[in-house]
């Protein structure tokens, strides 16, 4: 459900999540059945038919009656059915009951809206608008539909099939509106706000989609984004039946090899689990016990447990609240002598940790018999999580180091020493030659391992169970990667980590400041936001996409027709080429037989359409155009690079093979990145090219730079005839701007290789810079410059109120609401964290009042939603009322908005 107060759901269980960003975030405190999310109020009903209400950021409240289903619109007028299917408005203090019967009722924008048992839809009369009223009567629509939402001038809704249509032709003299037309995909439910759509598949996996309206009022779709939650785990355990986990709630999951995903699965809520043979074990909160066989129903087994562990040949231990230990025999729990807070059970015999952390192991129960054992033996060392294999003994301490006990055998059961594997990890579980665990963000990892005559060979790469990537590209807008079902990350440089980001695609490309994708139905992509991830739809189709440091833009169709982005639109070039690349290299591709091709006439980044395609030798089915280097992988995944290109010979002079194996690389800033066979993600140097002398001469990136304040820029030198590695060893570059010595490290620039780079330009960035380089070696001595000119562009932006509507209508005392102003900026790029948005109170006469978290806090919120801000007031008196102002003053450019609020 979705609405001004944000996009919520519920999981099969009843909880209560709401979507922060690119995340979902448990909300605790009420199960419910069904959710409904209007301006300032989000409604429910419990499985009880119980209602309740949640204002703002207060508490949930018991609402009198009952509902099975509840919809509040964007101006917080409430409408339900009962379990009769009776239809009820709710007036403020009370339900009043509307004739008819409906088992599905919304209200929104375009009115009440409703479907019967039969699912024949109803329009009433009188409710467009939004408006609060009861209506006139029920008008029969045609179609039928099992599910149903009322938007701003659209109806969503699915029928029995789980096909999805909307209702066209809404307005205020036509409010019935004139058909049904479909919608690609299939949802169970649906819901719509603003300009988008929000459903849940009968597979419960969440998807959203937007929509635009062309001036002639025909709607045009993007695709549906599926945004199920990420899976926190914290506990996951493996066994014959595969790899099972439990999340932060108690949900069951279990690992999908296949299709590389957990899949949630049916059964109790539990705090532990245990994986066997033919068996699963789990003990619940309460300390309940439970047990399932191969693929049947969870049973309860008496006794109580805090937590359990069965073996591959089903045998089962645990230990109670008391550190009692527990074995079972078949038909109950029977206690064994001492105490421990974990025990294990495995081939490698029974092993546990004392609540001190002390290690010990049951001597006689090595080879999983059927056993209770001897004696525990004290092993060296401390533990706070242990888990018995084959021959293998793992655990992680209370720093979440992790080890592994070499040594064990029949002969030897106790093992003979402690070694380390490389990670952090707060639980861990061994099955077969793999080790599975969860880390302290309760993210699930898996690592095999093999074994030799002697020892075990230990690997020190972990493999994150999230998902796998399959291509990844590099540029001023930084590393950006694909995964599974075209998942988007974006790599984190500073915690060496991948952010996943809204969307699919199957195909990335990253330019200077520039984002390019395009997804499964061909659809051209480009990044709207990068603190959001909105994608704004492209005209055009293409399968493949690429977007130079410069951002010219290049791409093939599925009939491998090669196309230019010419301002709004593509421009056809001749030839076939599977893949195409462009960069300062020029315009290379490779055609459906792996031969090479060069565009004549690009060298340099130039925006042209060069002049004719040269072949070049060899065969390659991936490429990319890099900085005076051309890199690709051939039908076998050798890597190569191209040598020898420059202004004057700009096709090289021949390919060099680079040891190692990549199924896609990408030619990045300084570096190339690479995604190998086994999907892991590698950066290596491009720094192969032989040294070798020529004259000095040497050229910026480009002459004459036009960008915008806030963006990312590299200001790099070229000497013609020199490799990087020469650069790097044997120059110093000296520079001016404005014709007075400058210092770009002191200025707060970062230095790379021939250069220097922002990641944000300012005004006092530009200006006329300069750079004298000095080439000296025992053999020559060399002096050359270059020049390059910034200019910024006018800054433009632009911020209006956004939910003018719903305020002009007067707002109550002691109600919380908010002011929301959306702040577009033209050609503006602000860092993510920044709030660059002011408040202020406006009375006539004076000087207007800064309303700041330091100042007003106490009764006022600053929040701050992708590009929407907003000011909500917390508990409002009639003192509040007045003129409020949103004002946006940055960079030279200032807009600002206003609105008047009457509180009674």
Not at 470 to 497: C, H, P, Q
Not at 791 to 801: G, N, S, Y
């Amino acid at each position: 459900a979705a609405g001004t107060m944000g996009v919520w759901g519920l999981d099969n269980r009843g909880n209560v999540f709401y979507r922060y960003g690119t995340e979902w975030v448990d909300y605790p405190g009420q199960l419910l059945a069904d959710i409904s999310v209007g301006s300032t109020e989000i409604w429910g009903v419990d499985a009880q038919n119980l209602i309740y209400r949640k204002i703002g950021e207060g508490d949930w409240e018991t609402i009198p009656g009952m509902l099975k289903q509840v919809s509040v619109s964007q101006n917080d007028n409430v409408w339900g059915v009962n379990m009769n299917d009776l239809i009820y408005k709710w007036t403020g203090d009370a339900w009043t009951q509307i004739e008819g019967r409906l088992k599905v009722v919304s209200v929104g924008p375009s009115g009440v809206w409703g479907v019967n048992v039969n699912d024949d839809i109803y329009y009433r009369i009188g409710t467009y608008g939004d408006v609060d009223t009861q209506g006139s009567g029920w008008q029969p629509i045609g179609g039928r539909l099992k599910w149903i939402s009322s938007g701003e001038n659209i109806v969503v809704g699915v029928n029995s099939n789980n096909d999805i249509f909307y209702r066209q032709g809404i307005s205020e003299s036509s409010p019935a509106g004139t058909g049904w037309v479909q919608l690609s995909g299939q949802l169970a439910n649906i819901d719509t706000f603003q300009n988008g759509f929000y459903g849940a598949s009968v597979n419960l996996h969440a998807f959203q989609s937007t929509y635009q309206r062309s001036a002639a009022g025909v709607l045009s779709m993007d695709d549906w984004v599926r945004i199920n939650p990420a899976i926190i785990l914290k506990r996951v355990s493996a066994g014959s039946l595969g790899v099972w986990g439990l999340d932060n709630i108690g949900n069951i999951h279990k690992y999908n090899e296949v299709e590389e995903e957990w899949v949630l699965s049916s059964g109790h809520l539990l705090a532990d689990i245990s994986v066997g043979q033919t068996e699963i074990w789990g003990v619940d909160a309460g300390n309940a016990v439970h047990k399932r066989v191969n693929h049947g129903d969870w049973q309860t087994v008496p006794g109580s447990l805090k937590q359990v562990s069965v073996s591959q040949n089903n045998h089962v231990w645990g230990v109670n609240m008391d550190n009692t230990i527990f074995r079972w025999t078949g038909s109950e729990f029977v206690a064994t002598d001492g105490r421990l807070k974990v025990v294990s059970v495995g081939d490698s015999g029974v092993w546990g940790v004392n609540s001190n952390d002390d290690i010990f192991y049951r001597t006689g129960t090595y080879g999983d018999v059927d056993t209770e054992g001897d004696e525990w033996e004290h092993i060296e060392g401390k533990l706070k999580w242990i888990s018995s294999g084959k021959d293998i003994v793992v655990g992680v301490n209370s720093n979440g180091d992790i080890v592994f006990r070499h040594g064990i055998s029949e002969a030897t059961p106790m093992g003979t020493g402690w070694s380390g594997i490389e990670g952090s990890l707060s639980h861990i579980d061994t099955f077969g030659r793999g080790m599975f665990g969860t880390n302290v963000n309760s993210e699930a990892f898996k690592l095999e391992f093999q074994e030799t005559a002697d020892r075990f060979s230990i690997p020190d790469k972990w493999t994150d169970l999230r998902d796998r990537l399959s291509m990844v590209a590099d540029g001023g807008s930084g590393t950006w990667a694909l995964g599974t079902f075209g998942k988007i990350y974006k790599f984190n440089r500073e915690e060496e980590s991948w952010t996943l980001y809204p969307g699919a695609l199957t195909d990335i490309s990253v330019g200077g400041s520039e984002v390019w994708g395009v997804n499964s139905d061909g659809n051209v992509l480009k990044l709207d936001n990068t603190e959001s991830g909105d994608w704004i739809q492209v005209t055009g189709s293409l399968k493949q996409v690429s977007v130079s440091r410069r951002d010219h833009v290049w791409g093939v169709n599925m009939e491998d027709i090669i196309f230019k982005r010419r301002g709004d639109e593509w421009v056809e070039i001749g030839g076939r080429l599977k893949v195409v690349s462009v960069g300062d290299s020029g315009v290379w591709g490779v055609s459906a037989n792996d031969d090479i091709f060069y565009r004549t006439g690009t060298f340099g980044d130039d925006d042209t359409e060069g002049t004719l395609w040269l072949q070049v030798e060899g065969r390659l089915k991936w490429i990319s155009s890099g900085t005076n280097i051309v890199v690709g992988v051939n039908a076998n995944d050798d890597i190569f690079y191209r040598h020898g290109i420059s202004a004057d010979t700009p096709t090289g002079t021949s390919w060099v093979n680079v040891p190692g194996k990549f199924t896609q690389i990408d030619s990045g800033l300084d570096s190339a990145w690479g995604v190998d066979p086994d999907n892991n993600v590698f950066n290596i140097e491009l720094d192969y090219c032989q040294e070798k002398w020529s004259e000095c001469t040497i050229r910026h990136d480009e002459a004459h730079i036009t960008t915008n304040i806030g963006s990312p820029l590299f200001l790099r030198l070229h000497v013609n005839g020199y490799s990087k590695e020469m650069i790097k060893k044997h120059s110093t570059i000296s520079w001016t701007k404005d014709g007075i010595p400058y210092d770009p490290i002191a200025d707060g620039k970062n230095a790379i290789t021939g250069g220097f780079s922002m990641k944000s330009i300012s005004s006092n960035d530009e200006g006329i810079y300069e750079a004298n380089v000095r080439i000296e070696t025992p053999e020559r001595d060399e002096q050359c410059s270059a020049t390059t000119v910034i200019q910024l562009r006018e800054p433009m932006a632009m911020i209006d109120v956004k939910n003018r509507r719903g305020l002009s209508r007067g707002r109550e005392a002691g109600r919380p609401f908010t002011i929301k102003c959306k702040l577009r900026l033209g050609n503006l790029k602000l860092d993510r964290t920044a709030y660059p948005v002011e408040w202020y109170k406006v009375v006539p006469g004076e000087t207007p009042t800064r309303l700041t978290r330091e100042s007003h806090g106490d009764f006022l919120k600053f929040i701050k939603r992708k590009n929407i801000y907003r000011l909500r007031f917390k508990n409002p008196t009639v003192h509040d009322s007045g003129t409020y102002r949103c004002e946006f003053n940055q960079f030279g450019a200032t807009t600002y908005d206003e609105i008047t609020i009457d509180i009674v």
